[in-house]
């Protein structure tokens, strides 16, 4: 098997990411840490990410039904979610949630509704393409998982 | 006399009730060679201090005599439910045990009156969120001068208790001459004035000690 072309393949992808702006200068920060005493950290620290934030976006939803029209709790959930999106650099998620909190700061409902649709899709795109990316790492050895690949 | 440095990490308590920052920051902690405990509310860190109930802030001297814990700094989130990074530096600053361990906000909100009120209210510093690595390198001199101010009353206590002549400098005089340079040799008191302000944003404007509060000479516990 081919380790070297895997991890080539792992930081195409991890480039196309950043072009099309799914991930910002964060996420590079967040890779700095990771080392031999943690060489999953990335990884783990992303899997914490999408559970979180996955729970956070359901907790929004049920408060966008209990409470309709209550922008500033719908703003204040909102809040919290663009947090852990700018801590991980996760930059579509996270304009989705700023523009989110306009559209509250409006009283504009139908453009929180369509924001939240959008921030949904964004969660599952970057969610599956980093699944693939960490999965390509994998494969690719030891090697490839515990050092910074070349961008 | 010599003066014992510790050999240990300095241990810093961070709190924040997001995972995923929780993570981030005690890996950014450790990886600048900090022992890190992290808990993800006031009240738990409030509890891992020492500090019980309500009225934490006239509780709990006697009970500090014995404390086993030894926090060197605290870092916590500014927005959190139930207590704030805010309600929480002041029930530190109102303990007489913990008002001097430097406490550190974040927050992912730029808000000048929010930082200035928690730089008021004794905040050391003001981190904007995301924190980076670059950031951990200046909570090594908070936690530095707070020690020197230790090290000062109990040296004038050494001196006092041989009875000798005071020949060393007046010990409270705590101005800007304590200041350490951030390097790893904290008996290095160099004048090299590492705690003003870096120069930019407002969160990065630090407060002077102007408290040289005499420290309780025993209920703090010793580094050892």
């Known amino acids: ?151 | 006399m010599a003066v014992a440095i510790a050999e240990a990490p300095f241990h810093v308590l961070a709190v924040d009730d997001s995972l995923p920052d929780r993570k981030l920051i005690e890996r950014l902690l450790k990886t600048s060679s900090f022992q890190v405990t992290t808990v993800d509310s006031g009240t738990k860190a409030l509890e891992f201090l020492g500090l019980h109930g309500e009225d934490a802030s006239i509780s709990v001297h006697a009970d500090h005599l014995d404390v086993e814990v030894n926090v060197n700094l605290i870092i916590t989130d500014y927005c959190m439910p139930g207590m704030t990074g805010y309600d929480l530096l002041k029930k530190i600053k109102e303990s007489s045990s913990l008002r001097d361990i430097p406490v550190v906000i974040m927050s992912s909100e730029n808000i000048p009156s929010r930082i200035n009120r928690c730089l008021e209210e004794g905040a050391n510093e003001f981190f904007l969120k995301p924190v980076r690595l670059s950031d951990m390198s200046k909570l090594k001199p908070h936690i530095m001068k707070s020690r020197c101010k230790e090290h000062y009353h109990q040296e004038e206590d050494d001196l006092l208790s041989n009875s000798d002549s005071n020949t060393s400098s007046n010990p409270t005089n705590n101005s800007s001459s304590d200041t350490i340079s951030n390097n790893s040799n904290p008996t290095n008191y160099s004048s090299n004035p590492t705690d003003n302000s870096s120069g930019d944003s407002s969160s990065a404007r630090k407060r002077k000690a102007a408290d040289d509060e005499i420290l309780p000479k025993t209920s703090r516990p010793r580094h050892s």
């Open chain 1, 1 to 151: 098997m081919d380790y070297s072309n895997l991890r080539r393949q792992a930081a195409s992808m991890k480039k196309v990411l950043f072009d099309q702006g799914h991930l910002d200068e964060q996420f590079r920060q967040v890779e700095d840490l990771q080392d031999e005493a943690s060489p999953n950290f990335v990884e783990e620290v992303v899997v914490v990410f999408f559970k979180d934030s996955g729970r956070l976006i359901s907790n929004l939803e049920q408060a966008l039904e209990k409470y309709p029209r209550d922008f500033n709790r719908w703003d204040a959930y909102m809040q919290q979610l663009k947090g852990s999106c700018s801590s991980i650099g996760a930059s579509r998620m996270k304009n989705e949630c700023m523009s989110f909190r306009d559209n509250c700061g409006k009283g504009n409902v139908e453009g929180c509704m369509g924001c939240l649709q959008k921030l949904k899709r964004e969660h599952a795109i970057l969610r599956q393409k980093l699944e693939s990316y960490f999965q390509l790492l994998r494969q690719a050895g030891p090697a490839g998982a515990a050092t910074r690949p070349v961008m």
